[in-house]
Nanobody, 120 residues
Framework: QVQLVESGGGLVQPGGSLRLSCAAS????????MGWYRQAPGKQRELVAT?????NYADSVKGRFTISRDTAKNTVYLQMNSLKPEDTAVYYC????????????????WGQGTQVTVSS
C-alpha cells in the first residue's frame, strides 16, 4: 500500500525557517504531482504549494516558501522561510500517484499531517 511519510515539523519563532519533507513509498508506478496543504484551527484546508511539471504557490506564501522534488527518491520538500504566526497549521503532504495496479484514488494520497507552530 502507498504511504506518505512526513518529517520536519516543529516549533519555530517568527522569522525563522523550517524544512518539511515527505517521502512516498509502496507500489508506485509513477507520481504526476506532489504538494503541500495546510489547515489551521477553525479554517478550511488550503493549498500551500504544488509541483506538477510547474510549481504553484498560494499568494500568502509566495517569496517565502519553496517547493522542490527529488523524483528518484519520490520525495517532496517544502522550505519555509520568514515564517509568520499565521503560518501555524497542520501541514499535509499530497501526491497524485499511479500504482502498479492502476490509477489511484481520485483524491490522491495524503500524509498523516505534521504540526508547524510559529510563536515567540
Amino acid at each position: 500500500q502507498v504511504q506518505l511519510v512526513e518529517s520536519g515539523g516543529g516549533l519555530v519563532q517568527p522569522g525563522g525557517s523550517l524544512r518539511l519533507s515527505c517521502a512516498a513509498s509502496g507500489s508506485i508506478f509513477s507520481i504526476s504531482a506532489m504538494g503541500w496543504y495546510r489547515q489551521a484551527p477553525g479554517k478550511q484546508r488550503e493549498l500551500v504549494a504544488t509541483s506538477e511539471g510547474i510549481t504553484n504557490y498560494a499568494d500568502s506564501v509566495k517569496g517565502r516558501f519553496t517547493i522542490s522534488r527529488d523524483t528518484a527518491k519520490n520525495t517532496v520538500y517544502l522550505q519555509m522561510n520568514s515564517l509568520k504566526p499565521e503560518d501555524t497549521a497542520v501541514y499535509y503532504c499530497y501526491a497524485r500517484i499511479r500504482t502498479a495496479q492502476g490509477i489511484g484514488p481520485p483524491l490522491g494520497y495524503w500524509g498523516q499531517g505534521t504540526q508547524v507552530t510559529v510563536s515567540s
